[in-house]
């Protein structure tokens, strides 16, 4: 029993030792603080989840192009409009890993970048049709972004607050609703004789693009 409790305390003393050792490490970790209580020079703060709003420019990478309207002219399939170059304004979500925090900085190079994945949904992009709803295409990608400093500590050092940043992202665009021209309809080709009218008929059909974007972030 007494060397029972001779290792049971040794044992404690070292879980004690070892709870100290690693508590002091990851303070040594955290970042300094201004005189707000802010995190300053060194965050990491910014690297994780974020949002951001923006504007975007996609184009179609089917074959078939993605038709607006088209019309019977004289027993041929014209069409009127269509839409393979898409402008939207983008809603974002992103998770950036960023930059080792310890690279050197000051007031004459204290721009900061984190990239990682984000995915986007695009409202106002097709005219596909009414009652389509607010939400016109998806995107998934990859993206980078870059935040300039608040201030900056007596020492030159910059200091980063918030999550304002300036995001460049490129990924597959998916819009579930596009309307193309229906089956056994081709363009600039005789109308079906069982197709009657002067309005072509369209079907909708899944189209996938690629989608550049540029979102702000704050």
Same mark, same amino acid.
């Given at each position: ?56 420019? *996609?184009?179609? =990478? +089917?074959?078939?192009?993605? @038709?607006?309207?088209?019309?019977? $002219?004289? !027993?041929?399939?014209? #069409? ?84 304002? *940043?300036?995001? =460049? +992202?490129?990924?597959?665009? @998916?819009?579930?609703?596009?309307? $193309?021209? !229906?089956?056994?309809? #081709? ?32």
């Amino acid at each position: 029993m007494h060397r029972l409790r001779h290792l049971s305390a040794r044992l404690a003393a070292g879980t004690a030792l070892f709870l100290s050792l690693a508590c002091n490490a990851v303070g040594a970790e955290k970042p300094p603080k201004d005189g707000t209580g802010d995190a300053v020079y060194g965050t990491t703060s910014w690297g994780g989840l974020n949002w951001g709003i923006g504007i975007s420019l *996609s184009a179609d =990478i +089917g074959r078939q192009s993605h @038709v607006v309207t088209a019309t019977n $002219v004289g !027993g041929i399939v014209r #069409v009127q409009e269509t839409q393979d170059v898409i402008v939207g304004f983008v809603l974002e979500a992103h998770y950036f890993f960023v930059e080792p925090y310890n690279w050197p900085r000051n007031r004459y190079w204290s721009t900061r970048w984190g990239t990682g994945p984000f995915v986007a949904i695009e409202a106002g992009g097709t005219s596909s049709g009414a009652g389509q709803g607010p939400i016109s295409a998806y995107a998934l990608g990859w993206m980078i972004g870059w935040k300039e400093p608040s201030g900056f500590q007596p020492d030159g050092q910059p200091i980063y607050k918030g999550n304002a *940043s300036w995001n =460049i +992202g490129l990924g597959l665009r @998916v819009d579930p609703r596009a309307k $193309v021209l !229906g089956d056994g309809i #081709v363009a600039n080709q005789p109308v079906p004789v069982t197709e009657t009218g002067t309005e072509i008929r369209l079907k909708t059909s899944p189209r996938y693009g690629i989608m550049v974007l540029s979102s702000f972030s704050f």
